[in-house]
């Protein structure tokens, strides 16, 4: 009786399930700011309320609001996607635009 030992290459192989170069995953030493674009600091929310307040929306922001009102939200994904460049900014600026629609509407319903 002989105990046979598991076949193990001497090199990789290039078939199978764990086939090809082995590699290892990268890992970032620091986190880049891109990646911390959803982190905002007290400070930088309580300019840009500030400012928004004072300013109020851009046109084609007001646009976009007066679309969704009518209840064009898809037209108004759109207007805004081709103003900012991006599906992503688009459903973005989209939300935040609803968002503000509601906080006008909950200031409507508490002023009567």
Do not use: C, W
Request: net charge positive; charged share 40%; no cysteine.
């Amino acid at each position: 009786m002989s105990t046979k030992k598991p076949f193990v290459p001497k090199y990789d192989i290039s078939v199978g399930l764990h086939k090809g170069r082995k590699i290892e995953k990268f890992v970032p030493k620091r986190v880049r700011p891109t990646r911390r674009t959803e982190k905002k600091s007290k400070r930088v929310k309580f300019v840009r309320d500030l400012v928004r307040e004072i300013v109020g929306f851009m046109p084609y922001e007001r646009r976009a609001i007066e679309l969704m009102k009518v209840g064009r939200d898809k037209r108004a994904l759109k207007y805004v996607k081709a103003r900012l460049g991006s599906h992503q900014r688009g459903k973005k600026k989209r939300d935040e635009l609803q968002n503000a629609i509601t906080a006008q509407r909950k200031a409507q319903a508490q002023k009567q």
